[in-house]
């Protein structure tokens, strides 16, 4: 295989990382929208497209596998095989919260919920944009991107901490809401680990152009 095909092939690598990156910021998106809107067969699109992700994965694992088995990538060529096989272990199990969300949201179809809903859509849609920004970094290689997407994980732990006292004396009081709001708690829990898998991506990014691994997930 010629330098220039074998470029076309981390190129292609490269597109599938970011297709399955785009189906999986959609369905952190329409679980948590399912939750909201009570749409059963939303939530039950997400379950089922988790397969998409899955088959995206083993696809994905395939042709990593193949590049370095069949050529002899460069060091620079196996990081960026490396860091793909990362990635999308990490969308892999965002895929798998958003799948736990949407059940959820199933679960209580028929219920009125004990307050209005506004934390966790603010957190959805906060990990939504951390998702595509965290995305953007790798395709650009954009350290200092990386690094921006990261910080915004400690405004995701500040909602799940707000969410978490708000909930407690609302359970105490009424113990007719503790199942609800504790499905709430999960949810919140769901998303807040979600931007922590962004937050891996970022690491992996870094990785990827400066060769240094980053803990940054404190």
Known sequence: MSRSTFDLHLEALHNYVLRMGSIVEKQIHDST?????????????VI????LVDNLEKEIEDRCIKLIATEQPLAKDLRMIFTATKIITDLERMADHAVDIAKIGIMLKDEKFIKPLIDIPKMSGLVKDMIREGLDAYVEGNVDKAYSVCKKDDEIDA??????KEMLPIMANDQSTINQATQFLFICKYLERVADHVTNICEWTIYLVTGEI????E
């Not at 929208?33 to 699109?45: D, F, P, S």
């Not at 909602?159 to 978490?164: E, K, L, Q, S, T």
């Open 33 to 45: 929208e399912a939750l909201i809107t009570h749409n059963v067969k939303l939530a039950q699109k």
């Open 48 to 51: 089922k497209d988790d397969d």
């Open 214 to 217: 980053m803990d940054l997930n």
């Open 159 to 164: 909602i799940y901490r707000g969410v978490f």
